[in-house]
């Protein structure tokens, strides 16, 4: 630090000349007044000099108290750097000795190397005057904390030799205990851990085993059920000399209580057996009625089951008579219904009328369940008989409708073949799971959509067996029991149209559409059906007639809607419609002149023939009768005319000629194309 510079202050000193004064009274006082202002000038001097002595003490304590400041300062530098990357730096190579990572020799010339090249970072910051004390305290401070390192070493290795210890117990409990033991043992030998802890290491294994062997073999014999197991895991307790009494008597508790439970269990479970042995036949009774395969484990289950109850006699004749049911199950409804009727016939001649019985019943539900079936979802039955049938999906019908309909007709065609075998077969081509969601993707579809799916079924069934009965079904299905559309495939397939050139197929799905707003007012079907049975008369009958009258109404809706008559209440109607909706359902009625009974008998004709060309053929087919038969040409007039749904040859219509109780005499064809 700069000391302060220190001078005279402005003292001054003159060289005395001598003056010689005379020696007289006035010299003398001279003199004494020289000699007084002699001692004034000593005094001011000695004062000087304590003045600047004081200033000087004063220079110096400044001094060192600004020496002490910077000492401070720097050993709060020092005392930072130890207290933040000093200690870090101890702290990470701690960690890495701790850990093992690092021997303390390593560690120490690390620290070394570091802590020289952090003190010269830190030199330059410090008073000079203190540095021999900053570095002597930063060596105390790393010689120390280099002296730690080697016992940390000396932990570590400790810790490992405990951790290699623990990993070679821990692989000998998965061995086989002599194995293990005599493994472990070897192991040991060569640790470095104290003699006692090896042998604590031992008798922890023995205890373990001991452990492992009992609560292996509790759990084993819990989980099997067996009481036994667990009594003799309970006997060996006292063979395990490495567990302690009270462990002992823990585990037999411990096996006490699962006996006990297991005893509880198998009393539940064979009284759970008992009530649902009448169940668990039902359930097998039923695999055979169906005539199914039956596997191993139904037949083992259901005779555990049954064993020993009241259903054990009818589950071994189940068994029995299985082969013959299932053979059975495979014939047609109508070729069943033959079986049962010649068992009935033949029925007393057997030693064992009981199991007789039990034989025709099996049979008789087995055939009720067929017939059901058969008639109800085919296609479930094509499946059971091995059929690979392909998968309808409904909603395909509004996105994809001619795949649709190809699909529809390919399963129907695979319940025609099926009804070739079986006449009860009824055909579905749309399944019973299907069925909901497929009407709800129908009436989804506008009136052209819908005009265009009938179009796609007509065309997807076309010189198929059955191709009619294909389409028609599948429309009968959509129409949810409104036969409206199975109208409107008749109509398209033959072009039918009014007078005025309206297509009939068009008005009936535009009627069919209109009938599903609820708001719309419309005469009550007692009304309708009376106005069309006017018309129809006898001419339409059972399905037909019901056919027939849903196109009526339909026609009659579109009729309305079309020419906007607004009906005033239900018992309102349009006599022009009705007249227009009943020629257009039905084609025609010809009115036949009866000389007995009904005074008109009404019949109907090929559609848009009117009766002057329908007489004209009735009256040639008279005239052929009567000359083929030799009778009377009256007799053949007065016969009633009927329509008959089969065909002729070439597909014309056929009309049959029926006697007085309903029997067809005759049969008439129509000429050929008359088809519609």
Request: proline share 3%; glycine share 6%; aromatic share 8%.
């Amino acid at each position: 630090m700069a000391r302060i510079p220190m001078g005279n202050f402005g003292e001054t000193r003159t060289q005395a000349e001598r003056i010689n004064l005379p020696q007289d009274q006035s010299g003398q006082m001279l003199a004494g007044a020289l000699q007084n202002v002699s001692g004034v000038a000593q005094q001011v001097k000695e004062k000087n000099d304590r003045e600047q002595e004081k200033l000087d003490v004063q220079a110096k304590n400044l001094e060192l108290y600004l020496n002490s400041l910077d000492k401070r300062d720097g050993q709060l530098k020092v005392d930072e750097v130890l207290s933040t990357d000093f200690s870090d730096k101890v702290a990470e190579l701690r960690q890495q000795v701790g850990n093992g990572a690092l021997d303390a020799k390593k560690a120490a010339e690390d620290f070394k190397a570091w802590s020289d090249e952090r003190y010269q970072r830190l030199m330059p910051t410090l008073p000079g005057h203190a540095e021999n004390e900053y570095r002597m305290q930063w060596q105390q401070n790393v010689n120390k904390q280099i002296g730690n390192f080697l016992p940390l070493q000396l932990k570590a290795a400790d810790q490992k030799e405990a951790v290699l210890a623990d990993r070679a117990y821990n692989i000998a409990t998965r061995m086989d205990r002599s194995e293990g033991k005599q493994w472990l043992g070897e192991k040991l030998l060569a640790s470095n851990i104290p003699e006692a802890q090896k042998q604590q290491y031992m008798i922890n294994y023995e205890t373990d085993q001991d452990k492992l062997e009992v609560e292996s073999g509790i759990e084993s014999a819990f989980s099997s059920g067996s009481i036994d197991n667990l009594r003799k895991v309970q006997e060996s307790l006292n063979e395990k000399k490495y567990l302690s009494g009270q462990e002992v008597q823990r585990y037999s508790a411990s096996i006490s209580s699962k006996i006990s439970t297991l005893q509880q269990r198998q009393e539940i479970e064979e009284n759970k057996r008992l009530n649902e042995a009448g169940k668990v036949l039902n359930n097998f009774e039923t695999a055979v009625l169906t005539g199914i395969e039956l596997g191993d484990e139904l037949i083992n289950n259901t005779a555990a089951a049954v064993k020993g109850t009241q259903y054990e006699a009818d589950f071994n004749f189940y068994l029995k008579q299985s082969k013959d049911f299932q053979r059975f199950s495979k014939q047609s409804s109508s070729a069943q219904l033959s079986e049962i009727n010649n068992f009935k016939a033949k029925r007393g001649k057997s030693d064992d009328p009981v199991a007789e019985n039990k034989i025709l019943s099996a049979y008789e539900s087995i055939y009720a369940e067929n017939l059901k079936e058969v008639k109800e979802n085919p296609t479930q039955a094509l499946k059971k008989a091995g059929v690979n049938v392909p998968d309808f999906n409904p909603a395909t019908l509004k996105v994809d409708p001619a795949n649709a309909a190809k699909t529809i007709a390919t399963i129907g065609s695979y319940q025609v073949a099926l009804k070739d075998k079986d006449a009860n077969v009824k055909i579905s081509p749309i399944s019973t799971e299907d069925l909901p969601q497929a009407i709800q993707s129908f009436d989804s579809l506008d009136i052209n959509g819908k005009l265009n799916f009938i179009g796609q079924m007509i065309e997807s069934s076309k010189n198929s067996k059955g191709g009619d009965q294909i389409w028609g079904a599948a429309l009968k299905q959509l129409g949810a029991g409104n036969q409206s559309y199975v109208m409107a495939g008749v109509a398209k397939k033959n072009g039918f149209k009014s007078n005025d050139g309206r297509d009939v197929s068009s008005l009936i799905v535009i009627g069919a559409q209109a009938l599903k707003n609820k708001q719309l007012i419309m005469p009550k079907d007692e009304l309708l059906q009376q106005e069309f049975g006017k018309y129809v008369g006898n001419s339409a009958t059972g399905e037909t007639a019901n056919m027939t009258f849903d196109a009526f109404k339909s026609i009659y809706a579109a009729l309305t809607q079309q020419k906007n008559y607004q009906h005033k209440d239900k018992d309102d109607l349009d006599k022009k419609s009705i007249k227009q909706a009943a020629e257009l359902s039905t084609g025609g009625v010809y009115e036949q002149n009866m000389k007995f009974g009904n005074s008109k008998w009404k019949v109907s004709k090929p559609w848009g023939m009117d009766d002057d060309r329908f007489e004209a053929i009735m009256e040639t087919r008279y005239d052929a009768i009567v000359k083929k038969y030799n009778i009377s040409s009256g007799g053949v007039r007065d016969l009633r005319i009927h329509r008959e749904s089969n065909r002729g040859p070439g597909g014309v219509i056929r009309y049959s000629l029926l006697d007085a109780r309903g029997t067809p005499l005759y049969y008439i064809n129509m000429p050929d194309g008359v088809t519609k």
